[in-house]
């Protein structure tokens, strides 16, 4: 295939172990071949390559909008994961539901709409939590953001908090009209209905349905880790600071690469 995402598949750093001398193995294709071990074969990953790029460049001329992946290396060795694991459970005779997967990444508002996107990283279920949230315009432009290192909180607490923080922030930048993202199918749920019996986090999820009842129009929508991959880094950032929240006129030094990727439609990869 005569395209220069497959013969520059070195500037992806796709390359194998037992293919490559040690001194030209990059540290990033090791990580990858630790993540997804020796279970997939080459003539398996060859394969894989082949019907990806192609699939990749007919949406390229068929698709307007379609953007080619910037981590394809990554993307590849997961279809490679998945199709792996498919054949040993089908071997093993299991009931496990089969998935498929999908290019799926951020997507701007609808004109004259922002979004929020939050999400939290929390080290256990009962550990330290930190958590982040960014706010875009129809155009993907920064509006503004947040990080916060939470403490010690349950994963559920954690979610909340920052759920209640960005909806504030987006209330005080200015949204009128706001998509609410998280990735967290229990809080969209439990944000969505109306029922009061919400345990030991009522008092929150009290303050958060307030804070949604204003005069004002709010999506509420549930999304996947591969969309909300630059709060997911704000909230990993978090941790590393001491305990507070802090606004964030700009973005840090670090997360400008996964804005832009969002920015021009870059896709991740998922098994759905």
């Not at 799926?104 to 939590?129: E, F, H, V």
């Not at 204003?214 to 305990?243: D, F, G, K």
Request: proline share 3%.
């Amino acid at each position: 295939m005569d395209t220069p995402y497959v013969t520059g598949l070195d500037e992806t750093k796709f390359v194998l172990a037992h293919k490559v001398r040690p001194p030209k193995f990059s540290q990033h294709a090791r990580d990858v071949c630790l993540k997804y071990p020796k279970v997939s074969p080459w003539a398996l990953i060859f394969g894989v390559s082949c019907w990806v790029f192609w699939d990749w460049l007919n949406k390229s001329i068929l698709e307007l909008q379609f953007i080619w992946p910037l981590d394809s290396a990554i993307m590849i060795f997961k279809v490679v994961h998945e199709f792996v694991q498919s054949n040993l459970c089908a071997n093993a005779h299991t009931d496990r539901k089969a998935r498929d997967w999908k290019l799926i990444g951020w997507r701007m508002p609808s004109n004259g709409w922002l979004k929020l996107n939050t999400n939290r990283a929390a080290k256990g279920n009962q550990g330290l939590a930190g958590a982040g949230g960014l706010l875009r315009d129809d155009n993907g432009k920064w509006l503004g953001g947040f990080v916060h290192n939470i403490g010690i909180a349950t994963s559920v607490l954690a979610e909340l908090w920052v759920v209640k923080r960005g909806i504030k922030v987006s209330w005080e930048i200015g949204a009128r009209m706001l998509v609410f993202e998280t990735e967290s199918e229990l809080v969209a749920n439990l944000l969505r209905s109306s029922s009061e019996q919400v345990d030991r986090n009522a008092a929150i999820v009290s303050d958060i349905r307030s804070l949604l009842n204003r005069n004002w129009s709010i999506m509420i929508e549930h999304t996947y880790r591969e969309c909300n991959i630059c709060v997911y880094w704000l909230a990993n950032h978090a941790l590393t600071l001491p305990l507070r929240v802090r606004r964030l006129v700009s973005f840090p030094i670090g997360l400008d690469h996964l804005i832009f990727h969002d920015i021009i439609r870059g896709h991740h990869v998922s098994s759905l």
